[in-house]
């Protein structure tokens, strides 16, 4: 069956320091996923996607994500952070075999000034 | 060009009482989907249609839910009778194809008394 796990309930990182969100999935045939994000009252928002290529995705924002086969894991990075990146980020994969996407618990990332 | 929207953006209701979601789609998206997360969650799929059609319902809880899409356009969710069990956001995304990225409307939040 297909799953995500976002092990980190909360991530804090210092304005400007470079982040990282955890993903790990599992998926029977080859993953799609997605990062997306939600801030207060919104709907969610897509960041980027893997489908097939380069394992290093970069998306909106600065973000960027790196897929890893070997690990079974899709972490989203940016480089330096800033405050208004405060916000409920959730990790998605499709398999690639069906239509249904799973998304994981969410991640709330907090940038303190 | 309008985003997904929904409506209600928040209901209260009492227990066994009855309440019907609706998600219009982006214009053209033929594949829509409904998805719920209760607080602190996974965002948990329902079902996904590809226009008028169910093409995976199996994240429905119970024969409570019943949603339809009459035309290939907007959608109803309807829960009849609702159960404290209920209460949590409901989202629905569209998306044009089933490969690419989910497009959210707001949710619609559900209490139940």
């Known amino acids: 069956a297909q799953s995500v796990a976002q092990p980190e309930d909360q991530v804090n990182v210092a304005e400007g320091n470079p982040l990282t969100v955890k993903c790990t999935y599992s998926?029977?045939?080859?993953?799609?996923l997605f990062w997306y994000v939600q801030y207060p009252n919104r709907g969610l928002q897509f960041l980027l996607k893997?489908?097939?290529?380069?394992?290093l995705v970069k998306g909106s924002y600065g973000f960027e994500a790196e897929f890893n086969k070997s690990q079974t894991s899709f972490h989203l990075k940016k480089p330096s952070a800033l405050v208004s990146d405060s916000a409920l980020y959730f990790c998605?994969?499709?398999?690639?075999?069906?239509?249904?996407?799973?998304f994981g618990t969410g991640t709330r990332l907090k940038v303190l000034a | 060009e309008a985003g997904v929207t929904q409506f209600p953006s928040h209901s209260v209701i009492e227990k066994g009482q009855t309440v019907t979601l609706r998600c219009d789609p982006i214009?053209?998206?033929?594949?829509l989907y409904w998805y719920r997360r209760v607080m602190g969650k996974e965002i948990k799929f329902l079902l996904h249609?590809?226009?008028?059609?169910?093409?995976?319902e199996s994240g429905m809880p119970n024969n409570r839910f019943l949603a339809e899409r009459t035309g290939g356009t907007y959608s109803t969710l309807k829960v009849q009778p609702a159960e404290l069990e209920d209460s949590g956001v409901y989202f629905c995304?569209?998306?044009?194809?089933?490969?690419?990225?989910?497009?959210f409307g707001e949710g619609s939040r559900l209490t139940v008394l």
């Open positions: 998605a994969v499709r398999d690639a075999g069906t239509y249904k996407y799973i």
């Open positions: 893997y489908i097939t290529g380069d394992n």
């Open positions: 214009s053209g998206h033929d594949n």
């Open positions: 995304a569209s998306s044009p194809d089933a490969t690419g990225e989910l497009f």
């Open positions: 249609f590809v226009k008028e059609s169910k093409q995976d």
């Open positions: 998926v029977s045939g080859n993953p799609y």
